[in-house]
């Protein structure tokens, strides 16, 4: 009768980016005006359409071209002799292309880092005069598609209101809220981020939010709300999760078959974007394109958080200041994707992975961190990490005035935080648990458990793990323990309102009733239409023989949910209690209605028909 706990916290993706800081390049002299004629040029002479133009087209063009995040388009001769010192320089520093992982043995997709011998291409052909060469030489210029990426959505979806972005400032950070457009489940196997000008948007990265807790954030439906740090709730049990990030020069990744990601009806999509000011007041008004496919999800994957930061407290001047984190793997998985995050003082970001055998590898090496150019990284080919593996992290941390990107001059102390002259420590992967057949439980919950367990080992005052750890625990009948790890929630974050139900429904469960009424009460003061804890207090107050309590209750239930056959149901009975046949017939025929085999209506309609009372 009561209704399980089927929420689990856990915080979104966060993401932070801030005005991008100047990089020195040095004096920046015209490209030389007179080259030697391509055909007369020497077999050792570098030109532009020989040796130049695939190099440009393969790492710059996508986002070096008009409508695009790069301040100028590098498709032609022109457009590349006319900024060639530039490109000399901004190639040989590694700043351009922004591609932040070292060189490994285990490749990522998408992958445009220079080669040595490319960028030393770059350098001769710019000494030499940045010759233009034989046109035959040159390759045709790369074909981008206008407008969606992959083709016309199946649905797209606007922002409501646009967003007014003031002339200045920063660490500003936006939310858009999405009425999912589905009247049913459908899968998605890719989303367009469309996020509107590029110069404009840094970042952008979309929530799946089943339980619309962005909604009651917005002052008015589709105003939006503003916030860097989300923390959304889903289903216990269903924690499936992908990345789905927006940088410049994405192009939206296709999920391969039975990785769809599922869309409820009354799902919202929130679009969490970092803006950058432009100077003048602009709006920005994004959208998001949607692809459907008719194969449903047959492989779940969840991303996996390892943190640190509580121990981020950076002395001023330290250059050398270290953060560690290590999970180890309760189940076999494929890791998919990587995302480290830090900011600004963040210098050199490694994740690793120790095998039981002894071996290790390093899973992402980025030797120079620029919080600007952060992304999702995707394995070419899923790694493999067995069960016993321990994934680590380590990252470094620069606090000193060597660090060109410090943002306070003269360093101060630095501690964790949200905003962009805060610190944090980072690293997402998205995982593919191996299911086996035979196996007792969900690897996803083993996966979700044990990394619970692991956050208490370090903080006992994790409310998300306390929280995330009960929800499990009453997933599989482990009642008392449940409870106190909601206890725990509660104390920590007394107020919540999923806690509070969650931790009445679990003392309802436990047979404990009258002491979960006040938490049941509490998380309807905090939100009155929480249908789950209208009905969980109905149920408590009718254990406790207070029919007409009870009868409030679910009178409220219902009109929250007027679909929702147990409540109907229970409505009924709730009637029946007092004595009223007639409104007890009548919801018990509605409940019926709803769902032909709702048992408790059947039975119940059946025993007032069998003696029936005088009205
Ligand atoms: C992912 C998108 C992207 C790719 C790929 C890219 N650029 Fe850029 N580039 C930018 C953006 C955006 C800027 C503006 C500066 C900034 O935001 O930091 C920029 C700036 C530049 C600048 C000006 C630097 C300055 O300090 O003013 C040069 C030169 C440049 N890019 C060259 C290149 C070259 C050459 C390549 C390929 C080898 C390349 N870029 C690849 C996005 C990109």
């Not at 990426?149 to 922002?159: E, H, R, T």
């Not at 055998?357 to 992402?364: A, K, N, V």
């Not at 139900?501 to 929480?530: C, K, Q, V, W």
């Not at 709702?598 to 119940?604: H, P």
Request: charged fraction near 20%.
């Amino acid at each position: 009768m009561t209704v399980v706990p089927r929420i689990i916290i856990r915080s979104a993706l966060p993401l932070i980016c801030v005005v991008p800081i100047g990089i020195a390049l040095g004096a920046q002299t015209p490209a030389q005006q007179n080259s030697t004629p391509a055909s007369a040029a020497p077999q050792t002479q570098i030109t532009f359409n020989r040796d130049i133009a695939p190099i440009l087209f393969r790492t710059c063009a996508q986002c070096h071209r008009p409508g695009e995040a790069g301040p100028f388009s590098l498709l032609t001769y022109a457009d590349a002799k006319s900024h060639a010192r530039q490109i000399a320089a901004v190639t040989k520093s590694r700043f351009m292309p922004p591609w932040l992982p070292e060189e490994r043995p285990l490749k990522f997709a998408d992958d445009i880092r220079l080669t040595v011998d490319e960028i030393a291409r770059i350098q001769a052909w710019v000494e030499q005069g940045a010759a233009e060469g034989n046109s035959v030489d040159l390759p045709s210029a790369p074909k981008f598609i206008e407008g969606w990426q992959l083709g016309k959505p199946d649905v797209i979806v606007k922002a409501t209101k646009p967003y007014a972005l003031p002339p200045s400032g920063s660490d500003n950070y936006w939310n858009f809220v999405f009425r999912a457009p589905v009247d049913r489940t459908r899968w998605l196997k890719a989303m367009e981020i469309r996020p509107g000008d590029k110069r404009l948007v840094h970042h952008a990265n979309v929530l799946v939010d089943r339980q619309q807790n962005g909604r009651r954030l917005e002052a008015e439906p589709g105003a939006g709300f503003a916030g860097m740090e989300l923390t959304i709730e889903s289903e216990a049990f269903d924690p499936d999760s992908h990345f789905l990030f927006w940088k410049p020069g994405t192009i939206p990744y296709v999920e391969p078959d039975g990785m769809a990601l599922r869309l409820d009806r009354d799902t919202d999509l929130i679009l969490n974007t970092h803006v950058q000011p432009s100077g003048k007041p602009e709006t920005i008004q994004p959208t998001l394109g949607l692809y459907f496919t008719d194969k449903p999800a047959t492989k779940h994957p969840i991303l996996l958080q390892l943190e640190n930061d509580r121990l981020l407290d950076i002395p001023p001047g330290e250059t050398q200041f270290v953060v560690t984190d290590q999970f180890t793997l309760p189940v076999d998985v494929d890791l998919l994707a990587i995302y480290p995050h830090a900011h600004y003082l963040g210098k050199d970001l490694q994740a690793l992975a120790k095998f039981l055998d002894g071996r290790s590898e390093i899973l992402i090496h980025i030797p120079d961190w620029n919080l600007n150019w952060q992304a999702v990284y995707r394995y070419a080919q899923p790694v493999r990490l067995p069960k016993g593996t321990t994934i680590s992290m380590k990252f470094v941390y620069d606090n000193s005035d060597a660090n060109i990107r410090n943002p306070n001059d003269p360093p101060q102390r630095v501690v964790a935080g949200n905003r962009a002259v805060d610190e944090m420590a980072h690293l997402w992967l998205q995982v593919l648990p191996e299911i086996s057949t035979n196996a007792k439980a969900d690897p996803r919950a083993e996966i979700l458990e044990a990394m619970a367990r692991h956050n208490l080992q370090k903080n006992r005052e994790d409310f998300e793990a306390h929280y995330n750890l009960a929800a499990l625990l009453m997933g599989r009948g482990e009642i008392a323990e449940a409870i106190a790890h909601f206890a725990e929630a509660n104390r920590i974050r007394p107020n919540e309102p999923t806690v509070n139900n969650a931790f009445g429904a679990a003392l309802l469960a436990a047979g404990r009733t009258e002491e979960s009424i006040p938490h049941l009460t509490a998380a309807l003061n905090a939100r009155p239409d929480y249908f789950d804890a209208r009905y969980n207090l109905g149920n408590a107050l009718a254990s406790l023989g207070d029919f007409r309590g009870a009868l409030a209750q679910f009178q409220a239930a219902v009109r929250i949910h007027p679909e929702d056959a147990n409540a109907e149901a229970n409505l009924g009975s709730a009637f029946a209690e007092i004595g009223d046949t007639k409104q007890a017939r009548l919801h018990y025929q509605r409940a019926l209605q709803l769902n032909p085999s709702n048992e408790l209506a059947k039975e119940n309609l059946q025993q007032l028909s069998g003696n029936p009372t005088p009205r």
